[in-house]
Nanobody
C-alpha cells in the first residue's frame, strides 16, 4: 500500500526555521515526483514546491522562493522541505504529495492539487510570536 507520512511541523517564531519530512512507503521513489502543498484555515490548498524524480528539477511558489528548499533522499525514502525566514503567513497544514512521472524524469508536475494522485495526512506549521 502506497503511503506518505509527513512530520516535522510545529510552532516556530517569525524568522525561524523548520524542516518537514515526508516518508514514503509502498512504492519506488525513483519513479515519482513530489510536491509540497499547504492549506490555511478558510483558504484553498496551494502548491509550495515540487521536485522531479531525478531530483534535477525543482519549482517554488513565488511566496516561498529564496526561503524554502525542497530535497529528496531516495535511499532514505524521504523528501524534505527546508523552511527558513518563516513568516506568520506561512502558517498552514503542510501536505506531501506524489505523482508518477517515470524513472529519473526531469518533469515537475504543475503545482496544483489535481496533478498529484497520492497524499499524506498533513502536518501543522504555526508561525507566531
Amino acid at each position: 500500500q502506497m503511503q506518505l507520512v509527513e512530520s516535522g511541523g510545529g510552532l516556530v517564531q517569525p524568522g525561524g526555521s523548520l524542516r518537514l519530512s515526508c516518508a514514503a512507503s509502498g512504492f519506488t521513489l525513483d519513479y515519482y515526483a513530489y510536491g509540497w502543498f499547504r492549506q490555511a484555515p478558510g483558504k484553498e490548498r496551494e502548491g509550495v514546491s515540487c521536485i522531479s524524480s531525478s531530483g534535477l528539477t525543482t519549482k517554488y511558489a513565488d511566496s516561498v522562493k529564496g526561503r524554502f528548499t525542497i530535497s529528496r533522499d531516495n535511499a532514505k525514502r524521504t523528501v524534505y522541505l527546508h523552511m527558513n525566514s518563516l513568516k506568520p503567513e506561512d502558517t498552514a497544514v503542510y501536505y506531501c504529495a506524489a505523482e508518477r512521472t517515470g524513472y529519473s524524469s526531469s518533469v515537475c508536475p504543475p503545482l496544483v492539487p489535481q496533478e498529484y494522485d497520492y497524499w499524506g495526512q498533513g502536518t501543522q506549521v504555526t508561525v507566531s510570536s
